[in-house]
């Protein structure tokens, strides 16, 4: 028996297996995909905390992928895109099949069980570009090729494919934050969630023959803080906070903000059907043709949106809040003009937690310095 469900990032109802259950608030992340330098800092940040052990060494919670051609496991998403089929949009109603809408006969939604070797290989595909080079090519203006990094944890989705494939019921959506858990004591190791989940995030363990995935560092976000991939980011790419129920977002809210009223933060794969709620500010330099099929009709719009950022005292306040503490941000607010004026975030009982410029002030140093009989190299 399947119920019908609301899902705003398609713009209607569609089949799941359980009756909508939001949460009061829920867990978002929002990645801005044009900071990252694929350091791999967030990756080694999460596996130090959380996949460290045995039976461990290839499950990587948090990862980052060059895209086109960089995947984890292996063609994670073609796989699926292709299986799915076509998958068309009017305007902002997806009128193509969810996964949850194809569901093979004996099954709880379209899915596919990777490989042992598939999950063996997470670098596969770093940095490189979109096409080949033809030799004694010049760059020039437009690049000819191209590519981004892709940050990927789990989505803790608000109809997520693990919790309906479970046939133990294993796991569960938390009611206080929608962060989705796996209770290690019960699941019995059936990977039906590493079949269903069609980012790949829910993960078998061959030693403990049970299923594990990311816990969005609820020890952290209980306390108040971001998690660790975030607070670890050298790009300061990521922001953590929690999101209002679509129909009522908080102009104030941080996420919100972000993505419904500047819409600059996308899902990935919104056609999927999950709702998933880790957004991505997308590549602007990438051809919108690939952008779109990867986070939604709504691509076109916010790369103008990012592009044009800085005539807008809002959007680039609060991006500059982006790493700038390790406490979850409630509300912000930006005061005075781009040139002098700055942003703050606070925290849920209204106290200001951090406080940035909007535009960083540019110091020049001599490059040598007699107070310490020292030159300097970078003089800025
Ligand atoms: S991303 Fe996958 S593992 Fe995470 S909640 Fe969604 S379906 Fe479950
Ligand atoms: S730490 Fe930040 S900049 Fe480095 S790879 Fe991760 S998301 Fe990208």
């Not at 989705?180 to 990977?191: E, F, S």
């Amino acid at each position: 028996m399947t119920h019908k469900v609301y899902n705003w990032q398609i713009g209607r109802d569609m089949e799941y297996k359980y009756p909508a259950a939001r949460p009061k608030k829920q867990a978002t992340w929002i990645f801005d995909t044009n900071k990252c330098i694929a350091c791999q800092t967030c990756t080694l940040a999460c596996k130090n905390a959380w996949t460290s052990g045995r039976g461990q060494e290839t499950m990587f919670w948090n990862n980052v992928e060059t895209k086109p051609w960089g995947f984890y496991p292996i063609g994670w998403d073609v796989r699926i895109l292709e299986k799915l089929g076509p998958q068309r949009w009017d305007s902002d109603r997806y009128l193509g099949k969810t996964l949850f809408e194809s569901v093979p006969y004996g099954e709880e939604m379209l899915g596919w069980m990777p490989d042992e070797e598939d999950w063996a290989h997470p670098n596969l595909g770093e940095d490189e570009v979109s096409s080949q080079i033809a030799e004694k090519a010049v760059f020039s203006m437009i690049h000819s090729s191209w590519m981004f990094y892709l940050q990927r944890i789990c989505n803790h989705c608000t109809y997520p494919a693990c919790l309906a494939a479970c046939s133990r019921k294993v796991i569960y959506k938390r009611p206080e934050d929608g962060v989705v858990l796996l209770d290690q004591n019960r699941c019995r190791g059936y990977q039906e969630c590493v079949r269903g989940c069609p980012y790949k995030k829910s993960m078998f363990r061959p030693d403990t023959r049970k299923s594990e995935k990311c816990i969005a560092c609820y020890p952290a976000v209980d306390s108040g803080l971001q998690t660790q991939c975030n607070v670890t980011c050298i790009g300061r790419i990521r922001l953590f906070g929690f999101k209002s129920p679509w129909d009522r977002p908080r102009a104030d809210n941080p996420m919100d903000y972000l993505i419904h009223e500047a819409k600059v933060a996308l899902p990935l794969y919104p056609q999927f059907g999950l709702e998933p709620n880790v957004y991505y500010i997308p590549p602007i330099h990438v051809p919108t043709k690939f952008t779109r099929q990867m986070f939604g009709p709504g691509v076109d719009q916010a790369v103008e949106r990012y592009r044009n950022a800085m005539d807008d005292e809002r959007l680039v306040g609060l991006l500059m809040l982006f790493g700038a503490t390790d406490r979850t941000l409630d509300s912000f607010k930006v005061a005075g003009d781009r040139a002098t004026g700055h942003c703050a975030g606070y925290d849920a009982d209204g106290r200001e937690i951090v406080r940035v410029p909007i535009t960083e002030p540019t110091i020049l140093r001599n490059q040598y310095d007699e107070a310490f009989d020292v030159h300097r190299f970078s003089v800025t």
